[in-house]
């Protein structure tokens, strides 16, 4: 199989959320695929429920041969050994890892939606992603990542963390 672009959003907002970013990547490089691509770190405003403390979110492309299945399996390996353990929907997390693009490929499994079925909602994802790659397409809407960004009317807090 070829290797195939994926784009990874990191998520932290319990605990020492920048190492655990860093920890995050190093475990992909490591485990996975080298990072090729990466978004500066985002200080995020908590989208969906907002009674939780600020994200910090960041965007990373990779390059794998690895199927979509095994890359979900593999990164909720690392969430657990990162110290997830709450799943409480859209709660507050030590580390989220979300697939917001495998290549082109569309899916809808029990396990896996692609693209991530949320990401053209999001600010916080919309511009991370658009910084690395601002002309890829998104294979259902049609739409680059930068029309994207352009075009959503979240306005939730969204700024560059240093
Ligand atoms: N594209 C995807 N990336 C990561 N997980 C996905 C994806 N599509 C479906 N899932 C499933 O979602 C589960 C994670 O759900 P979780 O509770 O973390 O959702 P969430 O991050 O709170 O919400 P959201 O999906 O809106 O970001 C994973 O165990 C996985 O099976
Ligand atoms: N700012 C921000 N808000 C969120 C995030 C996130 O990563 N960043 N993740 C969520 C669960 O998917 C719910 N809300």
Not at 50 to 63: G, K, M
Not at 78 to 87: A, N, P, S, T, V
Not at 106 to 135: G, K, Y
Request: net charge negative; proline share 6%; glycine share 4%.
């Amino acid at each position: 199989m070829n290797q195939q672009s994926v784009f990874l959003l990191l998520g932290a907002n319990l605990g020492e959320r920048e190492a655990t970013l860093a920890k995050a990547t190093d475990l992909i490089s490591e485990r996975i695929a080298p990072v090729m691509l990466q978004s500066h770190l985002y200080e995020t405003a908590p989208w969906g429920v907002t009674d939780q403390p600020a994200f910090l979110n960041q965007v990373i492309s990779i390059e794998t041969i690895l199927t979509p299945e095994e890359l979900l399996s593999q990164t909720l390996e690392i969430e657990k050994q990162l110290g997830r353990e709450r799943r409480l929907r859209w709660g507050a997390r030590v580390i989220d890892i979300d697939m917001l693009y495998y290549s082109d490929q569309i899916l809808d499994t029990e396990n896996l939606h692609l693209p991530h079925p949320r990401l053209h909602q999001r600010r916080f994802t919309l511009v991370p992603l658009a910084e690395i790659a601002p002309d890829f397409l998104h294979p259902v809407l049609h739409k680059t990542n930068q029309e994207l960004l352009n075009e959503c009317t979240d306005d939730s807090q969204v700024s560059v963390f240093d």
